[in-house]
């Protein structure tokens, strides 16, 4: 069982910005930014690779709505998932950052 399962079971608390049915949006636990949110779906899919393209689309739906809920879908955000070993991917279960409530650098 991910992390992110045990979250999604409500075996390890989170701070939750958004639910529904397929989807979970929560605080990340070290924040990157001002504002540093994850979007998960919760039937756990391994990575962005793997899902498909239909819950992706959902998934993009969710995200809008969690950055308007966070008053950020104005002043703008970046949304980031890491794919596997080379992409930097700690949690096997597909998730999306979303950053921002403050300038990013650049990468
Ligand atoms: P990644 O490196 O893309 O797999 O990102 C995993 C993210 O999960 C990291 O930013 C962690 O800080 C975050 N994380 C790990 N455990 C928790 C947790 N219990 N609650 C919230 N965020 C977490």
Known sequence: MTIFERIVAGEIPCKKVLENEQFLAFYDI????????????????????????KLLGEL????????????????????????????????????FHILGGEKLGSF
Not at 81 to 95: A, C, F
């Open 30 to 53: 070290a924040p990157k930014a001002k504002i540093h949110v994850l979007a998960i779906p919760k039937q756990c899919i391994k990575d962005f690779q793997e899902a498909d393209p």
């Open 60 to 95: 993009s739906a969710f995200i809008q709505e969690v950055v308007k809920v966070l008053g950020i879908d104005k002043s703008g955000y970046r949304i980031i998932s890491n794919i596997g070993r080379d992409g930097g991917q700690e949690v096997p279960h597909l998730h």
